[in-house]
C-alpha cells in the first residue's frame, strides 16, 4: 500500500483535509458559486452609485420610522430581514452578520473573508490579490480598498470597526440602523426643548 505524504502548503482543500492539514470549517475554493463572485465585484466597481442609493434608502426608511413603530419593530423584523436578506445576498453576498459595514468598507463585504477580518487584509493576499485560503476568490480587502477610493466618503474604511456581535447575526441591520437614528434625532430635539 502506498504511504500517504503530506502535501505543501497551496495544495487543494480536500486534498489537504485527506492529509489531516488544518482546513477552516466551511471553507473551500468551490463554496461560493463564481457568479457570486462576478457580482459581487461589479458593485465595488459600482461603489459611489451604490453609496448614493443608499443613503437616499437610508433616509427614506429613517421616515417610515413611525410605520416601523406602529407595527412594532419586532413584528416588521422578519419581512424587513428577509428582503434584505435577498438584495444584499444578490449584490453583495451579503453574510447578514446584522451590523452592515458595507458604507464603509467600498461595497465589499468584509463577512466575505474566510477569517472574518473587519479591519483589513491578513498577511496571506497573493501576489494576483486572491485570497490564500480560497485561492479563487479575489481578496475582500484589496476589493474594499478599490471600491473605496470610488466613494465619496472612501476614507471611511480607516475607521476601525468593532468586533462582531454574534447575537446580532441574521437579524435586519436596516432596520437597528433606522432605530438608533431614529432614537438619537429624539434624544436630539428632548435636548433642544
Request: with cysteine; proline share 6%; glycine share 8%.
Given at each position: 500500500?502506498?504511504?500517504?505524504?503530506?502535501?505543501?502548503?497551496?495544495?487543494?482543500?480536500?486534498?489537504?483535509?485527506?492529509?489531516?492539514?488544518f482546513?477552516?470549517?466551511g471553507?473551500?475554493?468551490?463554496?461560493?458559486?463564481?457568479?457570486?463572485?462576478?457580482?459581487?465585484?461589479?458593485?465595488?466597481?459600482?461603489?459611489?452609485?451604490?453609496?448614493?442609493?443608499?443613503?437616499?434608502?437610508?433616509?427614506?426608511?429613517?421616515?417610515?420610522?413611525?410605520v416601523?413603530k406602529?407595527?412594532?419593530?419586532?413584528?416588521?423584523?422578519?419581512?424587513?430581514?428577509f428582503?434584505?436578506?435577498?438584495?444584499?445576498g444578490?449584490?453583495?453576498?451579503?453574510?447578514?452578520?446584522?451590523?452592515?459595514?458595507?458604507?464603509?468598507?467600498?461595497?465589499?463585504?468584509?463577512?466575505?473573508?474566510?477569517?472574518q477580518?473587519r479591519?483589513?487584509?491578513?498577511?496571506?493576499?497573493?501576489?494576483?490579490?486572491?485570497?490564500?485560503?480560497?485561492?479563487d476568490?479575489?481578496?475582500?480587502?484589496?476589493?474594499?480598498?478599490?471600491g473605496?477610493q470610488?466613494?465619496?466618503?472612501?476614507?471611511?474604511?480607516?475607521?476601525?470597526?468593532?468586533?462582531?456581535?454574534?447575537?446580532?447575526?441574521?437579524?435586519?441591520?436596516?432596520?437597528?440602523?433606522?432605530a438608533e437614528?431614529?432614537?438619537?434625532?429624539?434624544?436630539?430635539?428632548?435636548?433642544?426643548?
Amino acid at each position: 500500500m502506498a504511504e500517504q505524504r503530506q502535501m505543501p502548503g497551496n495544495a487543494a482543500a480536500a486534498t489537504k483535509a485527506k492529509t489531516g492539514a488544518f482546513t477552516p470549517a466551511g471553507v473551500s475554493p468551490n463554496r461560493r458559486s463564481r457568479s457570486k463572485y462576478t457580482v459581487r465585484l461589479w458593485s465595488v466597481r459600482h461603489s459611489r452609485f451604490f453609496e448614493w442609493f443608499y443613503n437616499r434608502f437610508a433616509a427614506a426608511f429613517l421616515l417610515l420610522h413611525p410605520v416601523w413603530k406602529f407595527f412594532g419593530y419586532e413584528r416588521v423584523e422578519r419581512p424587513i430581514t428577509f428582503v434584505e436578506r435577498h438584495v444584499k445576498g444578490f449584490l453583495f453576498d451579503c453574510r447578514m452578520c446584522g451590523q452592515c459595514v458595507l458604507s464603509s468598507t467600498g461595497m465589499s463585504c468584509p463577512m466575505n473573508c474566510p477569517k472574518q477580518l473587519r479591519n483589513g487584509p491578513c498577511g496571506g493576499v497573493r501576489a494576483n490579490g486572491n485570497c490564500e485560503v480560497e485561492p479563487d476568490m479575489p481578496c475582500v480587502w484589496v476589493q474594499a480598498w478599490k471600491g473605496s477610493q470610488n466613494m465619496a466618503k472612501g476614507n471611511a474604511i480607516m475607521d476601525v470597526q468593532k468586533p462582531v456581535n454574534q447575537s446580532l447575526r441574521q437579524t435586519s441591520s436596516w432596520l437597528r440602523v433606522t432605530a438608533e437614528a431614529a432614537a438619537a434625532g429624539e434624544a436630539a430635539a428632548g435636548k433642544d426643548a
